[in-house]
T-cell receptor
Framework: GQQLNQSPQSMFIQEGEDVSMNCTSS?????WLWYKQDPGEGPVLLIA?????ELTSNGRLTAQFGITRKDSFLNISASIPSDVGIYFC?????????????FGKGTKLSVKP | NAGVTQTPKFQVLKTGQSMTLQCAQD?????MSWYRQDPGMGLRLIHYSVGAGITDQGEVPNGYNVSRSTTEDFPLRLLSAAPSQTSVYFCASIKRGALSTDTQYFGPGTRLTVL
């Protein structure tokens, strides 16, 4: 089946640092999504991207839809302790049902105060 | 709105037992899905539904059944539980149209252990 390769698997950073993570795929997607999951909770959608090249921000978070439609990245600026969690990318491909999202394996972010 | 609710929150089963994980949403969303989350594996789609009466298989459907008799409910049935089904199960609902932060929600999860 289709796979999303998400990297890095984990990150340990100091509070105030910027963070960057990305997802790549061998398949084209028409929508890229970025989620955050806190311990014991379900994922929460942070940003949705719909067009190749699109750059979208949500507070300190910025995500881009790659020009090739096969990749996306998420940046977090000036990290704070509450940014801790697992970040997932997800894709929805052409012709796919909106119920059928494909997820990366996640990036676990740890922030040292 | 209560959003997406899942019950139970925790469950322990013995191998061979059956049970139903409940999922309900009160937002009139057309799409509902079930995912399982295993350590290091991300979320994998089990089954999904694009509307009442319509269901389809995802990536890992074996051992699970679903039905969608109403827009609100999308139960997941384990007919004969196996240890390999030990996982955290998430239900999601999506409103038809462009995905956005206010049209797509996950439930809080059901943590299932099969002994």
């Amino acid at each position: 089946g289709q796979q999303l390769n998400q990297s890095p698997q984990s990150m340990f950073i100091q509070e105030g640092e910027d963070v960057s993570m990305n997802c790549t795929s061998s398949s084209i997607f028409n929508t890229w999504l970025w989620y955050k999951q806190d311990p014991g909770e379900g994922p929460v959608l942070l940003i949705a991207l719909y067009k190749a090249g699109e750059l979208t921000s949500n507070g300190r978070l910025t995500a881009q839809f790659g020009i090739t439609r096969k990749d996306s990245f998420l940046n977090i600026s000036a990290s704070i302790p509450s940014d801790v969690g697992i970040y997932f990318c997800a894709g929805l491909n052409y012709g796919g049902s909106q119920g059928n999202l494909i997820f990366g394996k996640g990036t676990k972010l740890s922030v040292k105060p | 709105n209560a959003g997406v609710t899942q019950t139970p929150k925790f469950q322990v089963l013995k191998t061979g037992q059956s049970m139903t994980l409940q999922c309900a949403q009160d937002m009139n969303h057309e799409y509902m899905s079930w995912y399982r989350q295993d350590p290091g594996m991300g979320l994998r789609l089990i089954h999904y539904s694009v509307g009442a009466g319509i269901t389809d298989q995802g990536e890992v459907p074996n051992g699970y059944n679903v039905s969608r008799s109403t827009t609100e409910d999308f139960p997941l049935r384990l007919l004969s539980a196996a240890p390999s089904q030990t996982s955290v199960y998430f239900c999601a609902s999506i409103k038809r149209g462009a995905l956005s932060t206010d049209t797509q929600y996950f439930g809080p999860g059901t943590r299932l252990t099969v002994l």
